[in-house]
């Protein structure tokens, strides 16, 4: 079945357009599946994460998994000044949003020249996408939303930098994406001239640790780098999203002796 990402707007049914999202390989967290495998649904509502492991075999490390995300972030950890992360960001001519059902993801062109550099291993900036409320916790204590810039070595690794995102009255930098959300499953808009720096806070610290992605599969072998502060994200903009995605975290997992360090800042 031929299938544009462009004009998906005559899909009408929800199962139909989860079967074209299927087809297209598109799938949630920084997952991406082979273009000619179907994707099991899973969502966050009674097919949520207690039952993802149920949903398929292919989604059984979501519940046998030893290193699983989302965790929380205990403030008082050790700290490794040197070992931050390089990000390497500069402006996007343009990305393309998708509504895919679970979150709004960008994606961004491959040689849009963003990266990260983890001990020494370059990851280029693939998409990034949101959560709501956050997934991961800083003591206990989660935000308004979570937004994941995920990224991918030549190797096939992943690593996901995720930004916590702190509703305020007055913020504006991620207004452009939030506000041009395609507001049915399989509608894409183009945003121009995005600038992911204007999206992380200034103090660049960072939680790092391995863990998984979020959404099924829940594949392990990811490296996360959680900013410790917040970044602002407009209140308007927040209630937009949730009227689209009530919730869309993974409750936080066992954290099952998994070192995790404070770096930066850099
Ligand atoms: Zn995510």
Same mark, same amino acid.
């Given at each position: 079945?031929?299938?544009?990402?462009?004009?998906?707007?005559?899909?009408?049914?929800?199962?139909?357009?989860?079967?074209?999202?299927?087809?297209?390989?598109?799938?949630?967290?920084?997952?991406?599946?082979?273009?000619?495998?179907?994707?099991?649904?899973?969502?966050?509502?009674?097919?949520?994460?207690?039952?993802?492991?149920?949903?398929?075999?292919?989604? &059984? #490390?979501?519940?046998?998994?030893?290193?699983?995300?989302?965790?929380?972030?205990?403030? %008082?950890? @050790?700290?490794? +000044?040197? $070992?931050?992360?390089?990000?390497?960001?500069?402006?996007?001519?343009?990305?393309?949003?998708?509504?895919?059902?679970?979150?709004?993801?960008?994606?961004?062109?491959?040689?849009?020249?963003?990266?990260?550099?983890?001990?020494?291993?370059?990851?280029?900036?693939?998409?990034?996408?949101?959560?709501?409320?956050?997934?991961?916790?800083?003591?206990?204590?989660?935000?308004?939303?979570?937004?994941?810039?995920?990224?991918?070595?030549?190797?096939?690794?992943?690593?996901?930098?995720?930004?916590?995102?702190?509703?305020?009255?007055?913020?504006?930098?991620?207004?452009?994406?939030?506000? &041009? #959300?395609?507001?049915?499953?399989?509608?894409?808009?183009?945003?121009?001239?995005?600038? %992911?720096? @204007?999206?992380? +806070?200034? $103090?660049?610290?960072?939680?790092?640790?391995?863990?998984?992605?979020?959404?099924?599969?829940?594949?392990?072998?990811?490296?996360?780098?959680?900013?410790?502060?917040?970044?602002?994200?407009?209140?308007?903009?927040?209630?937009?999203?949730?009227?689209?995605?009530?919730?869309?975290?993974?409750?936080?997992?066992?954290?099952?002796?998994?070192?995790?360090?404070?770096?930066?800042?850099?």
């Amino acid at each position: 079945m031929p299938v544009r990402p462009d004009d998906l707007s005559n899909v009408i049914t929800r199962r139909g357009a989860l079967a074209a999202l299927a087809l297209l390989g598109i799938a949630g967290c920084g997952g991406s599946v082979a273009a000619t495998t179907s994707t099991p649904h899973w969502d966050y509502n009674a097919e949520g994460p207690d039952h993802w492991a149920d949903l398929d075999r292919g989604y &059984a #490390t979501c519940r046998a998994g030893h290193a699983q995300s989302p965790i929380d972030l205990d403030s %008082p950890t @050790e700290l490794h +000044p040197s $070992d931050h992360i390089e990000i390497d960001y500069r402006s996007i001519s343009s990305v393309k949003l998708l509504n895919n059902g679970h979150t709004i993801q960008a994606a961004v062109p491959a040689d849009s020249g963003n990266r990260i550099v983890v001990d020494g291993t370059a990851f280029t900036l693939t998409q990034f996408h949101f959560h709501l409320p956050s997934e991961h916790t800083v003591d206990g204590h989660d935000t308004a939303m979570e937004l994941h810039f995920v990224h991918t070595a030549s190797s096939g690794r992943l690593a996901v930098l995720a930004v916590l995102l702190h509703a305020q009255p007055d913020a504006t930098p991620l207004t452009p994406i939030l506000t &041009a #959300t395609p507001n049915r499953i399989g509608l894409t808009r183009t945003v121009s001239a995005v600038d %992911p720096r @204007e999206y992380l +806070p200034t $103090d660049l610290a960072q939680f790092r640790y391995q863990g998984s992605l979020t959404t099924p599969p829940c594949t392990e072998g990811v490296e996360w780098i959680v900013l410790r502060h917040p970044a602002p994200v407009a209140i308007p903009d927040v209630d937009n999203y949730r009227a689209l995605f009530p919730h869309s975290n993974r409750p936080t997992q066992p954290r099952n002796g998994r070192p995790v360090v404070l770096a930066g800042p850099n």
